[in-house]
């Protein structure tokens, strides 16, 4: 994967034992709830990276509920070269999952918490991730394990919430920010997804109801990146296995996606600059002896 003129962004901090020393920048994909479309936005958060000449990886962090194979039409064994794994790559963006890892696409991972931080940690430290100019995590719903698992082990640029409109989504998503925030890892932005629908006559439904993202933006104190509209192009490529921002840049949910992408690429470089020259702290975060459990 080549280095594209075009792009140029910042380096977070790189501490010299991280794990991920060839990558620029390190960004969590999360939510407190499930179902609101954290693989969806980080499968096309990648793809439109990759299309604006970014060096991109997406880690699928999500053990028991992989979606990165579907996603991206690809269930191949990663090969390794005696040392490290070797990332598949799809659409320009190296990949790794526990889904290329499973018999089948049906069987379940059933491991304790302790294998699901050590999974976690090889996949950073022995999957050959090469240079990148950004590594995506897809993480899992929930609000504990994989993100103290991160914000112990490296120092990630900050993580993009990802909500629907809906009250019961947003109180969920509200864990998920103060989470972040005690285990210090900045927030980024915030991308609502299903904020509407608009049939083919042209009339807007707000099928989930309106401002939940701006509402956990508030919170976040970190801006609402974008709507995503429902949209029957993102689903059928998602299923399809060809993100939609390339598959069909035009269709509403494609260009809400690209606009997102670009305004992450803004909150990234901000971030960095904000953030040079402070120190990594391994604590989990100032807060760690209540209410983290550990
Ligand atoms: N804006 C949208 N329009 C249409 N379908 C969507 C949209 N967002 C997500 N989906 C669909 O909803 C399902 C759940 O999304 P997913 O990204 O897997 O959520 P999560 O990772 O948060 O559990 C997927 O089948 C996806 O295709
Ligand atoms: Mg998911």
């Given at each position: 994967m080549t280095n594209d003129p075009r792009f140029s962004i910042p380096s977070r901090v790189i501490a010299d034992d991280d794990p991920l020393p060839g990558v620029k920048n390190v960004v969590l994909v999360m939510s407190g709830k499930g179902g609101v479309g954290k693989s969806t936005v980080a499968a096309n958060l990648a793809v439109e990276l990759r299309r604006l000449g970014a060096r991109v990886g997406l880690l699928d962090a999500d053990i028991y509920g992989p979606s990165v194979p579907t996603m991206f039409g690809i269930c191949e064994r990663p090969l390794g070269d005696g040392e490290r794994i070797l990332p598949l790559e799809r659409h320009g963006t190296k990949l790794m999952s526990i889904g290329f890892l499973l018999e089948d696409d049906k069987t379940a991972v059933v491991w304790r918490g302790p294998m699901l931080h050590s999974a976690l940690l090889q996949f950073l430290r022995d999957v050959d991730w090469g240079e990148l100019d950004i590594l995506l995590l897809d993480l899992p719903p929930g609000t504990g394990d994989?993100?103290?698992?991160?914000?112990?082990?490296?120092?990630?640029?900050?993580?993009?919430?990802?909500?629907?409109?809906?009250?019961?989504?947003?109180?969920?998503?509200?864990?998920?920010?103060?989470?972040?925030?005690?285990?210090?890892?900045?927030?980024?932005?915030?991308?609502?997804?299903?904020?509407?629908?608009?049939?083919?006559?042209?009339?807007?439904?707000?099928?989930?109801?309106?401002?939940?993202?701006?509402?956990?933006?508030?919170?976040?104190?970190?801006?609402?990146?974008?709507?995503?509209?429902?949209?029957?192009?993102?689903?059928?490529?998602?299923?399809?296995?060809?993100?939609?921002?390339?598959?069909?840049?035009?269709?509403?949910?494609?260009?809400?996606?690209?606009?997102?992408?670009?305004?992450?690429?803004?909150?990234?470089?901000?971030?960095?600059?904000?953030?040079?020259?402070?120190?990594?702290?391994r604590s989990g975060g100032t807060q760690r002896h209540l209410p983290i459990a550990r």
């Open positions: 994989v993100a103290l698992t991160l914000s112990q082990n490296l120092q990630s640029t900050g993580a993009v919430i990802v909500t629907t409109p809906q009250e019961v989504a947003i109180q969920d998503v509200y864990k998920a920010v103060t989470m972040s925030q005690k285990v210090g890892i900045p927030i980024l932005g915030v991308v609502e997804n299903q904020s509407y629908f608009v049939c083919d006559h042209g009339a807007r439904y707000e099928l989930f109801g309106r401002g939940g993202g701006q509402k956990v933006a508030d919170l976040a104190g970190a801006p609402l990146l974008g709507q995503i509209p429902l949209d029957l192009a993102l689903r059928e490529c998602g299923d399809a296995g060809h993100p939609v921002v390339d598959a069909r840049p035009d269709a509403a949910s494609a260009r809400a996606l690209a606009s997102v992408t670009r305004a992450l690429v803004e909150r990234v470089a901000a971030a960095n600059a904000a953030a040079g020259g402070l120190s990594i702290d």
